[in-house]
């Protein structure tokens, strides 16, 4: 049995209908718990990306939080990747995923201050969670949302 997305999935031996609806009964409250999962979560649409929008958005919100936070990085670059929103390496250069774009105002600001605050922690200590709250107080909801590419 697989909950996505599009819905629940059973894949069975041949077994009777009522061993089937038997066993979705059973599984009832676990389906409707990971539904809810899932609709929470968020899926990126990766045909909808107007490239030259996203670099400039993102690059925008990248300038405003690394100077709210008085935090200064060596390079911005953009990639379409599948497992990761963003990174950031000792050498302070910041990517992020351009499909990052196609998601909400708050979940790019979260990414971003995430990013950034690896230039002071490059770890995810207490602290660095502190300090990433300091700027997006609801920043563990935020987290919650995102689903792996």
């Known amino acids: 049995m697989s909950v996505t997305k599009d819905g629940v999935t059973l894949k069975t031996p041949k077994v009777s209908d009522y061993y089937i609806n038997n066993l979705l009964k059973q599984k009832q409250k676990w389906i409707e718990k990971k539904l809810f999962e ?3 979560r968020i899926y990126v649409d990766k045909n909808i990306l107007d490239e030259k929008k996203a670099k400039e958005f993102l690059a925008s919100r990248v300038e405003y939080f690394s100077k709210k936070m008085n935090l200064s990085f060596s390079e911005l670059k953009f990639r379409k990747m599948k497992r990761r929103w963003g990174s950031c390496d000792s050498k302070k250069r910041i990517t ?14 979260y990414v971003v201050v995430h990013e950034l605050a ?4 490059m770890n995810h200590s207490k602290e660095f969670h502190l300090l990433v709250n300091d700027y997006i107080p609801f920043a563990k909801s935020i987290q919650k949302q ?3 590419l």
């Open 38 to 40: 899932i609709q929470s």
């Open 96 to 109: 992020l995923n351009t499909y990052l774009y196609n998601t909400t105002k708050e979940q790019i600001d």
């Open 118 to 121: 690896h230039l002071v922690h």
């Open 146 to 148: 995102f689903y792996i």
